[in-house]
């Protein structure tokens, strides 16, 4: 596939400075550009390989001013790395698109309806009376249980497993072996100090534009429904229990773990290796530092928070720099006694 200068520039609504006929074929780093490729400038530190980079077209902020000669064509936008970012969605999509049809063996339930132009590839599984939106794209072994609903646009990749009665919206994302819609965690202690098992009967929600990690699991609820509102991103390895609710853009990382009854609010920052107690309310544009621990609600929009339990970031970091200081405080107590016993 390939695209002229002057096409990809319409595409970002950006102005071109060099040759508008040239012609690009694929994407790269700017350091490992070559000729019919394109990249991007965004972090200033990466400037010294626009003079010595081989790629044909750099894409570059509109207030760039370059300090020596350089070869590529350029693309000013307002910003690059996320014109960048939607050419890599671009591509994407017309990669996507390729696919099509259904593939054999793979097998469809009873009553279930098939939007146009899915891809259904080998070894997958669709249950009875689901509903798989328009250009879905399921790939190999991946297994959807009965009554699971699917919106259009979407990719189930390989491997991921999607339980009975979940709804996916419009253009989401699920990785591999990521499992949607498996059981909550739930156990009643007997007096014996055995389990009993609590039936999970609920579901999952994932709205339009959400993205879950490979081997994320976001369980089922015991009643009701465990939601990710529209435009939430998961990592990897991000285990999301029973009646959680996280809200709009909210992104977490890897290894977090959000217990049962969670309410997250919209647009925070999940760092990699938080973990949530269990039915607190985490409020909106909330930012939380990696392998934090969080056990109380959080009430206050917008605050930074880090260490375990967690406190106001800047809190956390002035008590971790007093506490790296002990040895030498009680080096100077041992001093001060040792001088005091002399005396």
């Keep these: 596939m390939e695209f002229t200068v002057e096409q990809i520039a319409q595409i970002l609504n950006g102005e071109i400075k060099g040759d508008k006929t040239l012609k690009v074929k694929q994407l790269s780093k700017i350091e ?71 593939e054999q063996p793979s097998f469809i339930g009873k009553n279930s309806v098939i939007g146009e132009d899915i891809y259904l590839a080998a070894f997958s599984y669709i249950g009875d009376n689901c509903k798989i939106g328009k250009n879905t794209k399921i790939y190999p072994n991946v297994t959807i249980s009965d009554s699971v609903t699917i919106g259009e646009n979407c990719i189930i990749h390989t491997g991921a497993k999607i339980h009975n009665d979940t709804i996916i919206g ?89 217990s049962g009854s969670v309410k997250i609010g919209s647009n925070c920052m999940i760092g990699g290796q938080t ?41 956390y970091l002035r008590n971790h720099a007093y506490i790296r200081q002990i040895p030498k405080l009680e080096k100077r107590l041992s001093d001060l006694e040792k001088k005091t016993t002399n005396e």
């Design 170 to 258: 419009n253009n989401c994302v699920i990785h591999s072996n990521a499992v949607i819609g498996g059981d909550g965690f739930g156990f009643a202690p007997k007096a014996d100090g055995t389990f009993d098992t609590i039936p999970q009967l609920g579901n999952v929600i994932l709205e339009d534009d959400v993205c879950v990690g490979s081997n994320t699991c976001v369980d089922r609820a015991t009643m009701g429904s465990t939601i990710l509102r529209k435009g939430v991103k998961l990592d990897n390895l991000v285990q999301i229990a029973h009646n959680v609710e996280v809200g709009e853009n909210t992104v977490i990382a890897a290894l977090a773990g959000i």
């Design 32 to 102: 490992e550009g070559t000729e019919g490729s394109i990249s991007f400038l965004a972090n200033l530190k990466y400037e010294p390989f626009l003079y010595t980079t081989q790629a044909s077209v750099v894409i570059v902020d509109k207030d760039f001013v370059p300090k020596k000669t350089y070869s590529p064509t350029l693309i000013s936008v307002e910003n690059a790395y996320a014109s960048f970012t939607i050419l890599l969605q671009e591509y994407q999509k017309i990669l996507s698109n390729v696919k099509k049809g259904i």
């Design 275 to 315: 973990g949530m107690t269990g039915h607190i309310k985490i409020a909106n544009n909330t930012r939380v530092t990696a392998q934090t621990g969080i056990s109380k609600t959080v009430k206050v929009e917008g605050l930074v928070l880090g260490g375990n339990p967690a406190i106001e970031n800047r809190d």
